[in-house]
């Protein structure tokens, strides 16, 4: 079993910066992908930016060039980094993991954090 922890949430200005962190834990060899979805209030779940172990990127189009992907050299904790952020970006986002060698099986589950809230307001 996988778990993911994120943290670094909280309330900015905007224009301001906010890093996230997730930390995952278990039975870990390798994650095959991490990445960070958000979800606002009456709206659905989306992505936001998602990082393979090969260190290939992807983000979303309203946050391309503001927000910043990237993994440690373990690849079991990913971090985003938000900048210039807009009111817009309010929502819980939440870490996400897929694609899990372990040192028995490869787990093809999807694994979740619980969300940590981000606001952006003056």
């Known amino acids: 079993q996988v778990q993911l922890v994120e943290s670094g949430g909280g309330l900015v200005q905007p224009g301001g910066s906010l890093r996230l962190s997730c930390v995952a834990s278990?039975?870990?060899?390798?994650?095959?992908?991490m990445g960070w979805y958000r979800q606002a209030p009456g709206k659905q779940r989306e992505l936001v930016a998602m990082?393979?172990?090969?260190?290939?990127?992807n983000y979303a189009d309203s946050v391309q060039g503001r927000f910043t992907v990237s993994r440690d050299d373990a690849k079991t904790t990913v971090y985003l980094q938000m900048n210039s952020l807009k009111p817009e970006d309010t929502a819980v986002y939440f870490c996400?993991?897929?694609?899990?060698?372990?040192?028995?099986?490869?787990?093809?589950?999807?694994?979740w954090g619980q969300g940590t809230q981000v606001t952006v307001s003056s």
């Open positions: 990082h393979t172990r090969t260190g290939s990127t």
């Open positions: 996400h993991a897929d694609g899990i060698w372990t040192p028995g099986y490869f787990d093809n589950n999807a694994y």
């Open positions: 278990g039975n870990i060899d390798m994650i095959n992908v």
